[in-house]
Structure formats: C-alpha cells, structure tokens
C-alpha cells in the first residue's frame, strides 16, 4: 500500500464532524485543493471526497453502493429503513422510475398553483396575527401543499400533529438522547398513518387519483409484479411528502436573503429568469445537507489514494457548493451566476448530483423549485412585513443549519 500523506491521524473524528459541522470536509480537502482526504469516522477508515472529481467518482455506480452506507440512526428517522436511499442496482432503478414519473411537467405547475394559493390564504391569516415565526409557518403550509399535491388526506385539526412529526423527523434525526427517540416514534407514526391510507386506497375506501404520489405508491409493482409491502409503500410516500415540508428550509433562508441583500427583493418581484436565479442560488449559498455517504464496491486506486472494498465514503455536498475551484466567489450571494451555467451534473448538489435514472440524485429537485419559486415570488410581490428584533444568524457548526429565530415577521399586510 503505496503512502498517502492527506489523513487525519490519531483518534476517531465522529465528535470533530460534529462539532465542525459543515466545515469538517472543506477544512480537509479545499485548504490543500484537494478531492480526496481520510479520515477515521464511525470506528472506520472513511474517504471523504470533494470537487467536480470527487462527486463524479461519487456517483461512479461501478466503483460505489448504497447498501450499508447510511447510518442506522438516520434510516430510523429520516429517511425510513430499506426505502430507495439505500438501493442498487436493477431494483433500484425501477424504483426511481416510480419517483421520477410523479414529476410531469402538468404535476409540477399544479404544485405551482396549489403553493401560490396557500401563500394567498396563509398572509390573510398572518394580516392578524402579531406576529409569525416564518420557520414554522412553512412547517404547517407546506404540511398541507405536499398532501394536497400528494393526494393524501389532512384534517385541519390533525395538520399541527402531522407537522410536528414532520418537523421531529426533519430536524431530530442528528440529535442525541430524548429528541432523537422523539425522532424515530414521530417516523413510525407517520409511518403507520401512511401504511393505513397506502391500505384505503388499495381497498377502494379511498379515492385517489392516477398521477398522485399517493396513488402510484400504492398501485407501483416490483420487478417481479408484486406491489410493495404497505408498509414500504408507506415509507416510499414519506419520501415524497417529508422533504417537501422540508422545503420550509430553504424558504428562510431565501426570506433570509432578501433581508441580508434588500436589492434582492424587487429583482426577484420584477423577473421570472432572476426568480429561478435566485432559487438556484439560495440552494448552493445557504447550508442544508452536509454530507452523503456511500460505499466502494470494490478496491481501486484513485489520484494516488488506495481504496479498500466496503470503504465508507463521504460526499462534501456544502462544500462542493462553496468550493472555489468550481464557483468564482463562491462566498458572495450572487444569482445571476447562474444566468449562464451550464447545468453541470455534478457542481450545484445541494440535492445531491450525478443522473436522475441511473444515480441517487434526488427526484424532488423540480418540485422544490416549483415550490421555492411560488414563495420567493409571493413574498417578493405581495407581501409587506418588517422584522422585529431577533438573532438572523445560523451557525455552519449545528448540522441542519436555520437561521436562530426561525425568521420572525411582524406588521404583515398583503399587497
Ligand atoms: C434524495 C436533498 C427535496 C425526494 C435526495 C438527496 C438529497 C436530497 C441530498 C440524496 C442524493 C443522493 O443520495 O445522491 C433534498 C433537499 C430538498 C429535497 C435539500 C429540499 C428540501 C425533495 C423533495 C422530494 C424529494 C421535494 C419529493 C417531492 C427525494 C427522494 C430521494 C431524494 C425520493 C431519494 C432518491 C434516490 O435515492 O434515488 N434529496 N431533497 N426531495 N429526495 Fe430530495
């Protein structure tokens, strides 16, 4: 085994990821320019890997796997245990056919639609109130759009349940002791709840339509003709439904924006092409995933560093969106960057990189900026508020960022 000088040394760094958070790989590899760094994570030896290289070999399906690379706590929480994060393969690719078909264009302007009519009747609520906490508006809003949009069934009275499961799986994951229990009983009654409806709709007791999440989840057959376990097509609607509340995120902090950079808002009023600019760009500027994990397949060599079968290997996704090397000032918040990019496969990976079909790439990426649009838009054209007193600040050190208070509103009028 040939010499490779880029390592940690010495003990386990699983406290360090912690504490650096978002930091941890870029500190690593950009300081050096490098693509590939060891480091000891989790009692392993793990790569983690940076730059347009590192996330093409990332995504390199002959050299890496998912089985086995994500954390036990998360698949317990966020993500679902045995759902599409952690297939491979043949199976694997029938199933994101089954993700990638819910995304027609006609599904996407509807989502457009169904978001621009929350935002119109959420701000009549607002008018009223004191004040809001955006963070946690967007938490119930989007509570609601997702299921409408997913056809799934939501009493106004359980929407604030619903959505603290939601927010529990979406934020706790990461903790440790009480909250992360809170975490994994918020995903198995969200679970169950799902299984229950996947059940309504095979059974006829509930209407669904074609087209749906809720429908193609429940109707979807494998590649041997079966349709999924309830529980697993339960668990494959979660994925559908959870992030796009988690989209809550990324509208602070575009909120965020347009306070830290007021120029912002009336460019974002005034174009379609700034709108989707500045979707972009709150999407690379601002911290949401940190890492994504795989594992090698195989041993092999690569930019002198000796990979060993069943390696564990990380992706440095915030770095990738801050790395020098691929965006020119990438620490200054810039959308018309994005008037001439090229839509590069493995640059911008906010959520995640590489083919849609063939890689993990995540299906939701139109959806979210369906979503990011309509709320940018809105808040651009049609909404006055002003801002208390309050901490704006997030911290790159706490993995999942948001800024402090959540994005306090008050004085809101609808124009
Ligand atoms: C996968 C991020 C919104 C559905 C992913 C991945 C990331 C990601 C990083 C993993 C990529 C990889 O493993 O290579 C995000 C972020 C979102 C978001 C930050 C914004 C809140 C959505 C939405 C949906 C969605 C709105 C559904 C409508 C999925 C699914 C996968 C996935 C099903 C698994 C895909 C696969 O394993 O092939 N997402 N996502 N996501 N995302 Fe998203």
């Known amino acids: 085994m040939s ?135 967007m938490l119930t809003l989007l509570m609601k759009i997702s299921c409408e949009w997913a056809g799934v069934p939501l009493k106004d009275k359980e929407v604030k349940k619903r959505a603290d499961d939601f927010a529990l799986m979406i934020d706790g994951f990461g903790s440790i002791g009480p909250k992360h229990l809170q975490s994994r009983k918020a995903r198995q009654r969200s679970e169950q709840w799902f299984e229950n409806l996947i059940l309504d709709v095979r059974e006829g007791k509930l209407e669904a339509q074609e087209g749906t999440a809720i429908f193609e989840m429940a109707m979807h057959r494998d590649l041997n003709g079966n349709h999924l376990d309830a529980r697993m097509a339960a668990i494959e609607l979660l994925n559908i439904v959870r992030p796009t509340v988690a989209v809550s995120k990324f509208i602070t902090f575009g909120a965020l924006a347009m306070e830290e950079f007021p120029e912002e808002k009336e460019k974002v009023a005034a174009s379609e092409d700034y709108l989707y600019y500045f979707a972009q760009e709150v999407r690379r500027f601002y911290p949401f995933v940190p890492y994504l994990p795989a594992r090698t397949k195989k041993e092999f060599a690569w930019q002198g560093y000796n990979f060993s079968e069943g390696q564990l290997v990380l992706i440095d996704v915030y770095g990738n969106n801050h790395d020098p090397r691929i965006w020119e000032e990438p620490e200054t918040f810039n959308p018309e960057r994005f008037r001439n990019w090229n839509g590069g496969l493995f640059d911008l990976i906010p959520q995640g990189g590489g083919d849609y079909e063939k890689n993990h790439r995540c299906p939701g990426e139109w959806s979210t900026l369906e979503i990011l649009k309509a709320s940018f838009q809105y808040m651009a054209r049609h909404l006055d508020y002003k801002l208390p007193k309050q901490d704006l600040s997030y911290s790159l050190n706490k993995m999942p960022a948001l800024p402090k208070d959540g994005f306090i509103m008050k004085s809101i009028k609808k124009k």
């Open 3 to 137: 010499y490779f000088p880029a390592k940690d040394k010495g003990p386990d760094r699983s406290l360090g990821i912690l504490k650096d958070g978002y930091n941890f790989a870029r500190k690593r590899l950009q300081k050096q320019h490098l693509d590939v760094y060891e480091t000891k994570l989790l009692g392993e030896r793990a790569a983690l890997l940076g730059g347009e290289k590192g996330a093409e070999l990332f995504y390199d399906n002959d050299k890496m796997k998912r089985g086995g690379a994500m954390p036990a706590f998360i698949l317990k929480t966020l993500f679902g245990e045995n759902g599409i994060q952690t297939m491979d393969g043949n199976p694997f690719e029938h199933r994101k056919r089954l993700f990638l078909s819910l995304m027609t264009p006609e599904a996407l302007d509807r989502l457009f639609q169904i978001t621009a009519e929350y935002w119109e009747r959420a701000s009549e609520f607002w008018e009223k109130k004191r004040k809001v906490v955006l963070y946690n508006e």
